[in-house]
Nanobody, 123 residues
Framework: QVQLVESGGGLVQVGESLRLSCVAS????????MAWYRRVPGKQRELVAA???????NYADSVKGRFTVARDNAKNTVYLQMDSLKPDDTAVYYC?????????????????WGQGTQVTVSS
């Protein structure tokens, strides 16, 4: 069983910063890509940022230059530094990980999600 636990959400003012963290725990072989998504009620889930195991990063156009994704492979942790926050960044943020687990002797890649953390940016 693999669990992803996010932390760091909260209520901030426009222009302020937040740092989200997501820790993977449980029994697994390795973690490939890790990513942050967000969802606003009534809208589709949006990819915010992704990072490969080797550190290659991708960002949504709406957050480029303001958000930074990083990871610590030794700690199985991914971070999202969010600066210059705007009201449009208000959403529930979810951590996602591409995890290799061993099931009855076979290695399988599976997608896991965290429970989400609320980020609210007030104007």
């Amino acid at each position: 069983q693999v669990q992803l636990v996010e932390s760091g959400g909260g209520l901030v003012q426009v222009g302020e910063s937040l740092r989200l963290s997501c820790v993977a725990s449980g029994s697994f072989e390795s973690i490939a890509g890790m990513a942050w998504y967000r969802r606003v009620p009534g809208k589709q889930r949006e990819l915010v940022a992704a990072i490969s195991r080797s550190g290659i990063r991708n960002y949504a156009d709406s957050v480029k230059g303001r958000f930074t994704v990083a990871r610590d492979n030794a700690k199985n942790t991914v971070y999202l530094q969010m600066d210059s926050l705007k009201p449009d960044d208000t959403a529930v943020y979810y951590c996602n990980a591409d995890v290799t687990v061993v099931v009855t002797g076979d290695s399988l890649r599976k997608d896991y999600w965290g429970q989400g953390t609320q980020v609210t940016v007030s104007s």
